[in-house]
């Protein structure tokens, strides 16, 4: 038997690897030629914890890459599923074609399973349709299936394997079949259920933590508006059984949890009502940090934007991904505002993306007066003493010497 993952991104690049660690064969297809040829040659195309060592095991073990697609019974696909802007809606255009490639590839009976997050009832919107358009028969000739991932950035290789998980399917009788699959590997406990059940208890996974963390968010600034210690707040109240409260930060980031709520906005509008508001609040934070900012340079007379650097461009803690990251969001805000020239670094993030971008942290700090940390990396825990001579923003609560200003 062997399994073809469409997609070798954050998702699709794990799974594929750890299908393969565990004996089965897996052919790893991606559209994207610079990113098959790196696999190929053994250079990973992303950083996290323990995925060296699985990549080297996969390799052991005959992981193929390409970019087409391949002939048999099971496709794993995990390819984007981005939102468009405006409207807030899911677009599933990068799903449809490769479900599209799927079809043109697949042996009769096969499945396909869809781990890309996808809005509630996407799979019957734009999936069946798609299929029926091209004369298959659901649940003859193909069967569908949605089995949503949980993994954490920053320890997706643990996560995958211990964490429970949802395969939504038409049948149980497919259901069980790709839970024996997901067995391979998976430790945690394998629920099944339908289709629907699977795509909406993912996105509403993602919408409960961004909820929580709007919440905490938000205390944080009605602590700031009254002079009260926010951190020492939470401390207590999480004492309480049944409280625990998450931890204020200068925005949400990533590309789950500050998206996946839109999709129940966009669909349910009117009825996402909370889901909204918090979705506010979080993207509000970087205004907020702006204009923390703002009072510590009036305090010290500092005019100077470009005196101010911004630690951390990726959107959290010993990781390299900056999508959607609350420093992006941070320094698009500022553009509109016309304040050009802050200065930003972040030790995970090795090609220049933004203006006035630093490659070496000595370099940094030397031409700022405030530092602001956007991200809690392990690295500015370790450097902490080098900035004790700067004014500090520690919107993540790291620094607990005299002075520092926080949220
Ligand atoms: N954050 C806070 N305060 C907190 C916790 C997080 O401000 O107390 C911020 C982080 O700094 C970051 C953002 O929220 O900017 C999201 O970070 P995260 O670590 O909470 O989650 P993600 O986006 O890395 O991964 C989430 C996970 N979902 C849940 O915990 C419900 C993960 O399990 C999912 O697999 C992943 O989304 C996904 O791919 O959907």
Request: include cysteine; charged fraction near 25%; hydrophobic fraction near 40%.
């Amino acid at each position: 038997m062997m399994i073809n993952i469409i997609g070798l991104g954050y998702i699709g690049l794990p799974t594929a690897l750890m299908f393969a660690r565990h004996g089965i064969e897996v052919v790893g297809t991606d559209i994207n030629k610079k990113l098959v040829n790196s696999l190929e040659e053994g250079r990973l195309t992303f950083e996290e914890k323990g995925l060296d060592k699985l990549f080297l095991d996969a390799f052991q073990n005959g992981i193929r890459f390409t970019t087409e697609y391949q002939k048999t019974d099971t496709y794993i696909i995990a390819v984007p599923t981005p939102y468009i802007k405006e409207s807030k809606k899911l677009d599933p255009k990068y799903v449809i074609s490769a479900i599209n490639s799927t079809l043109d590839a697949c042996d009769k009976g096969a499945i396909l399973i869809i781990e890309s997050t996808i809005t509630p009832g996407s799979i019957d919107r734009y999936v069946r349709p798609e299929i029926e358009k091209r004369g298959f028969v659901i649940g003859q000739d193909v069967h569908l299936a949605h089995a949503p991932e949980r993994i954490i950035p920053g320890n997706m290789v643990y996560e995958l394997e211990h964490n429970s998980r949802t395969i939504g399917a038409d049948s149980l009788y497919i259901g069980e079949k790709v839970k024996e699959l997901y067995k391979s590997f998976c430790k945690g406990e394998i629920t099944v259920t339908d289709i629907r059940s699977a795509e909406m208890s993912k996105v509403i996974e993602n919408t409960y933590r961004d909820v929580n963390i709007a919440f905490a968010n938000e205390l944080a600034k009605i602590c700031r508006s009254d002079n009260m210690d926010i951190y020492e707040i939470i401390r207590i109240a999480n004492k309480h059984p049944r409280v625990n409260i998450l931890q204020p930060g200068p925005g949400v980031g990533g590309h789950c949890i500050s998206v996946d709520p839109w999709f129940l906005v966009g669909d349910y509008p009117g009825l996402a009502n909370i889901i909204l508001t918090a979705r506010k609040i979080n993207d509000s934070m970087p205004k907020h940090v702006l204009s923390r900012i703002r009072t510590i340079m009036r305090e010290h007379n500092i005019n100077d934007i470009s005196k101010v650097g911004l630690y951390g461009l990726a959107y959290k803690e010993n990781v390299d991904d900056t999508r959607e990251s609350p420093t992006l969001q941070l320094l698009e805000r500022m553009d509109e505002h016309l304040s050009f020239g802050v200065k930003v670094y972040d030790p995970f993030v090795k090609t220049r993306i933004v203006d006035h971008q630093f490659m070496n942290f000595g370099d940094f700090i030397n031409e700022i007066e405030i530092i602001v940390i956007m991200v809690a990396h392990d690295h500015i825990k370790e450097n902490i003493d080098l900035i004790k001579d700067k004014f500090v923003l520690d919107t993540k609560n790291i620094c607990d010497f005299d002075g520092v200003y926080k949220l």
